[in-house]
């Protein structure tokens, strides 16, 4: 299967400049073996919230149903961001109640992009390039742009200051045991969010 590959940017965090990427609408063995052998030996070590997820197994799993797709950000040879998402859940914000949105259920930037692992990470805007991807591909189903999360307590800053989504509190119902905080996107926060778009929503 060809899978589509876009040309997106990321800040090089040496130089400050931008620096040339692929978003891949798929994410492929390559992609899975950079992160069993370089991304998950250095997670676990710095007892990420993220540590424990396997993403062979999330993408044999996902692979059998239409309504999910990964994606893959590939920079220097190297896999820089995953992503899976589900385009068939629905809203739970008021002003959008039960309309379809897509859902991101796993979001992870190389650990070595991650100011919490490292004093000098490599690239920024890994986040805000995959939040555009779940956008377009909202708009590409006719979403309007709605795009939907439950984040780890390490990203709730990001996702509430960066990306201005709309923070509806701890959800019990994803986890009695871990009630993550759920996010939502509407239209209008998303067309903000394209306007400044990219490495920027990193600073």
Known sequence: MNHEASEVFLRDCETGKLVEAKLIDAILPKHLRDHSVFWKPLSKANAEQHGHWDWA???SHYSKELSYQGFAIECNDATQGLM???TTKRCFLPSQANK???????????????????PQPR?????AVMIAAAIQLSLDEGNCGRIGLHSLPQSE??????CQMTDLGP??????????RYFEMT???ATEFLKIGGPQ???
Do not use: M
């Open 84 to 86: 899976i998402v589900n």
């Open 187 to 189: 239209e209008s926060q």
């Open 100 to 118: 379809h949105l897509v859902y991101i259920g796993y979001l992870e930037s190389a650990p070595w992009n991650r100011k919490k692992l490292t």
């Open 157 to 162: 800053t990001y996702y509430k200051e960066k």
């Open 57 to 59: 197994k999330k993408c």
């Open 123 to 127: 690239f920024k805007g890994i986040g």
């Open 201 to 203: 929503h990193e600073t």
């Open 171 to 180: 959800d019990d119902s994803y986890s009695p045991k871990l009630p993550l």
